[in-house]
């Protein structure tokens, strides 16, 4: 990632030099279009139509300014992607944290796109929380997260009837301060949610969409020690929460469930979110490596027979990445006999079970394989749920 970073810089530094002539020239090219064409009419008006670089005059004298007007708009779009970019790659530097107060960041925010929600909602609603602790972090970029968030709910929106909801609240169990912006979108598709952090990933890209947005928002939150969670439900809206670490924090615990079977999984994380985990979910193990590498969660809740890249895979990447040989993992399998299973236990894998699961079984054995670690972190209580998983 830091390769990354300084390649990143780089290219960033030497594309934004010739858009800069782009983005200054093009304005004074306009001005000497505009400062000739009367000539030129005078021309059209005595002697008929004529060409210009193979052009027809009379087509040409109102295409030109939209051309110029294609090269502006083209040269900014480049310069927002290149300043993404920068904001990609850039590490916080030392010094830049101060005490902020998170309550300030949204008001601050919301003063500025005030305009863009009046435009897109009649019904917008707030809600700051009362005796919120200061973080320590920048407000600035913090600002940039919360008007990302903002931008994503108002351009999720079919129609101004729809809302949008932000509140902000500090959680005492975990020491968090928790921002949430809640929209009656459109909703992500569920193919596309595991994708929205990655850069560049983007469903508006014709609509001027880079696909940093996220991934940047991201970035900044993981330098301030938090998280950012999704859920959404197409036709029925988006919540983001983010998690933003104060002087009293505690650990959350965090799990990923992969399991292609998506009623399966759907069932084991919202049990889990029921039980106060925060949870991701992967449909295969590719998906599963990614968000390890991405943001390694506390646990893994691992099925074997899965497309593309089974649990058997993903074991031997978490036993071949030094970054992730520590990970909790419970492997969870219809086909005891298996000689899959043998191979995960044969790497030290040792925590299985066997479906059909019972919840309250899940949710014990994740309880006692987090309590093996860190005493500052916060174990949820268990569960009585007697649903299970088939």
Request: charge should be positive; aromatic fraction near 6%; charged fraction near 25%.
């Amino acid at each position: 990632m830091i390769s990354l970073g300084i390649l990143v810089s780089g290219v960033a530094h030497e594309i934004n030099n010739p858009n800069n002539t782009i983005m200054l020239n093009t304005p004074l090219l306009l001005e000497i279009w505009e400062g000739v064409v009367s000539i030129l009419d005078r021309f059209y008006e005595k002697n008929g139509d004529f060409k210009v670089g193979g052009l027809f005059y009379s087509e040409l004298r109102s295409a030109v300014p939209e051309l110029f007007s294609g090269i502006e708009k083209s040269a900014a779009r480049i310069k927002n992607i290149v300043q993404g970019l920068k904001n990609f790659s850039r590490q916080q530097p030392p010094g830049a944290s101060h005490d902020v107060d998170v309550n300030d960041v949204i008001e601050v925010t919301l003063s500025l796109f005030n305009n863009m929600i009046k435009k897109s909602t009649r019904n917008f609603s707030f809600h700051y929380g009362d005796n919120l602790p200061c973080i320590r972090g920048n407000a600035q970029k913090l600002e940039q997260v919360v008007v990302n968030l903002i931008q994503n709910a108002c351009q999720a929106l079919p129609d101004k009837e729809k809302g949008i909801a932000v509140t902000t609240a500090y959680d005492e169990k975990s020491g968090y301060v928790v921002v949430k912006v809640k929209d009656e979108g459109i909703g992500i598709p569920k193919e596309v949610l595991p994708h929205i952090m990655d850069p560049f990933f983007t469903t508006k890209r014709g609509k001027g969409g880079t696909g940093l947005g996220l991934s940047v928002s991201s970035k900044i939150i993981r330098e301030h020690g938090g998280i950012i969670d999704v859920k959404s439900q197409p036709g029925a809206g988006t919540t983001f929460k983010v998690f933003l670490p104060t002087n009293e924090k505690k650990r959350i615990v965090t799990v990923l469930v992969a399991d292609d079977d998506d009623q399966a999984r759907g069932i084991v994380t919202e049990a889990l979110r029921d039980e106060n985990y925060l949870v991701w979910g992967a449909a295969n193990g590719s998906e599963a490596c990614v968000k390890l590498g991405r943001n390694r969660p506390d646990l893994l809740v691992l099925d074997i027979h899965m497309p593309n890249m089974d649990g058997v895979e993903v074991c031997r990447v978490i036993k071949k990445t030094k970054e992730l040989s520590g990970t909790n993992v419970i492997v969870v399998t219809g086909l005891p006999n298996s000689p899959k299973v043998g191979e995960i236990k044969d790497m030290g894998f040792k925590h299985i079970l066997y479906k059909p699961v019972r919840l309250p079984l899940l949710l014990e054995m994740i309880g006692k394989v987090l309590e093996k670690g860190s005493p500052e972190r916060i174990v949820p209580g268990r569960s009585t749920n007697r649903r299970h998983l088939q």
